[in-house]
């Protein structure tokens, strides 16, 4: 009799999860679906291929700045020889500071729009998730530009200490 009830009660647990997965999907979702996923491979692979350019891009400015910060112990030791070339290095800084506080400005940015393209793909706003894609990509290119130009004044900053 114990089997029989357990039995039952299986069998009524899964006939309800049976009819759920049974719902038909609309065409018309499906078919927006489908374009929406093959337009988004061009996107997927930009924002993969921005990400390892700023990756390497922070990568070599970080190498600079143990170089930068290694060469700048080395004139503090005499600083009265090097006080001229030192107040030229601090004015050089500020703007490298600048350009370091424009990015962080950005930071964050990339991860807001990832959640609301998630929320909009989950919703069926394939419009809008797209259009966040496209968000994603323009501030990863800003930070690209951004980091170039880091770049080209952290190369400026180690060839005034040289």
Known sequence: MKKIIAIL???ALLIPTTIVFAAPVDPAVKAKLAEFKSSMEGKRDQI?????????????????????????EVLKQDKEANKDKLAQLKSQAQVVKGTRQELKALHGTVKAEFAKF??????????????????????????????????TQVDEL????R
């Open 118 to 151: 998630k929320e909009n793909k989950k919703s069926g706003n394939f419009e809008g998730a797209s259009e966040n894609l496209d968000n994603v990509i323009k501030i990863q290119l800003q930070r690209f530009q951004l980091l170039t130009e880091l770049n």
């Open 48 to 72: 993969k291929s921005n990400r390892e350019n700023n990756q390497q891009l922070r990568e070599s400015i970080k190498g600079k700045r143990e170089q930068i910060k290694a060469a700048v």
């Open 9 to 11: 009660v299986v069998i």
């Open 158 to 161: 180690l060839n005034q200490l």
